[in-house]
């Protein structure tokens, strides 16, 4: 049982660049979000799924686009990076008892 | 909306002090309340949440609804202490998260 598991750990992107954070859970849970953390700011959600086939947007979603094609993976996709984009990335899932919250090992990306 | 707000960026204590960390929320309904500690570059772990009533690694936090606050504490802070720490709501029968700005703790020996 991994729990959440996010890759690339780190990544520098160019800006116009497109790519993919990938975000995995071996928990069978149905809700799924990424959050972006932002210095003095907290972490703020950008998408979530409440399950397969289901996404809806969170706080902060532009510039992002998501996929939820199997219960396990939640992939969010940066179309054309921009230096504003530049924030750790954090995959969670949710669900078990007391409908826990877990947390992946976050995603250092730089737009430059 | 909800609303969570954590006044101090930077808390800084010596070994053996007392810490206590603010947050202080705004939501008409009931929430449920977290606290999240991050250690560097690492992945945000569950320090305690307001149902459970636990204490964990000596940090206690209780859910003032009158003054809509969910403040940590500890009585005697340790090094390893030395941390950044999130306070979060949810809303009941809920999944998202509303986290405050988050208060970064240093521990001096």
């Known amino acids: 049982n991994a729990g959440v598991t996010q890759t690339p750990k780190f990544q520098v992107l160019k800006t116009g660049q497109s790519m993919t954070l990938q975000c995995a859970q071996d928990m069978n849970h149905e809700y799924m979000s990424w959050y972006r953390q932002d210095p003095g700011m907290g972490l703020r959600l950008i998408h979530y799924?409440?399950?397969?086939?289901?996404?809806d947007q969170g706080e902060v979603p532009n510039g992002y686009n998501v996929s939820r094609s199997t219960t396990e993976d939640f992939p969010l996709r940066l179309l054309s990076a921009a230096p504003s984009q530049t924030s750790v990335y954090f995959c969670?899932?949710?669900?078990?008892?007391?409908?826990?919250?877990?947390f992946g090992e976050g995603s250092w990306l730089t737009v430059v | 909306a909800q609303r969570v707000t954590q006044p101090e960026k930077l808390l800084s204590v010596f070994k053996g002090a007392p810490v206590e960390l603010k947050c202080n929320y705004s939501y008409s309904g009931s929430p449920e309340l977290f606290w999240y500690v991050q250690y560097s570059r690492q992945r945000l772990q569950l320090l305690l949440r307001h149902i459970s009533r636990e204490s964990i690694k000596g940090f206690t936090a209780d859910l003032n609804k009158g003054e809509t606050s969910f403040h940590l504490k500890k009585p005697f802070a340790q090094e390893e202490d030395s941390a950044m720490y999130y306070c979060?709501?949810?809303?009941?029968?809920?999944?998202?998260?509303?986290f405050g700005g988050g208060t970064r703790v240093l521990v001096k020996p």
């Open positions: 799924s409440v399950g397969a086939g289901i996404t």
């Open positions: 969670a899932s949710t669900g078990g008892s007391g409908n826990t919250i877990y």
């Open positions: 979060a709501l949810r809303k009941a029968a809920g999944n998202k998260l509303t």
